[in-house]
């Protein structure tokens, strides 16, 4: 069974910086994105981040934009930088892949119906 774990979450003062990893049990073949999602307590989960492993474009939400960036190495393990923290950045943090075809709407908006494999999540804080 295709599986993807994330780790690198953890507590930060705002300013500050994480690095998410997000691997990849099995091979990415039938795999074209790899995106980031977070979801904050009484929130719907949000979109903030997709990369095409093979083409190596890249997607932001508005929020997130300049500040986080999303990268991919060898097509097994995917990251998420996040500099200049915000205490809106607290949230659980999910890795998702798809083999969905390629598309130019993730820059407007990265829908969690498109994609149907996902992590378990990790937890990032940031404190003001």
């Known amino acids: 069974q295709v599986q993807l774990m994330e780790s690198g979450g953890g507590s930060v003062q705002a300013g500050g910086a994480l690095r998410l990893s997000c691997a990849f049990s099995e091979s990415t073949y039938n795999t074209n994105y790899m995106a980031w999602f977070r979801q904050a307590p009484g929130k719907q989960r949000e979109g903030i981040a997709a990369?095409?492993?093979?083409?190596?474009?890249t997607y932001y939400a508005d929020s997130v934009k300049g500040r986080f960036t999303i990268s991919n190495d060898n097509a097994k393990n995917t990251y998420l930088q996040m500099n200049s923290l915000k205490p809106a950045d607290t949230a659980v943090y999910y890795c998702?892949?798809?083999?969905?075809?390629?598309?130019?709407?993730?820059?407007?908006?990265?829908?969690?119906?498109?994609?149907?494999?996902w992590g378990r999540g990790t937890q990032v804080t940031v404190s003001s």
């Open positions: 990369i095409h492993i093979r083409v190596g474009d």
């Open positions: 998702a892949a798809t083999p969905g075809p390629a598309t130019e709407r993730y820059a407007l908006v990265i829908p969690p119906t498109d994609f149907s494999i």
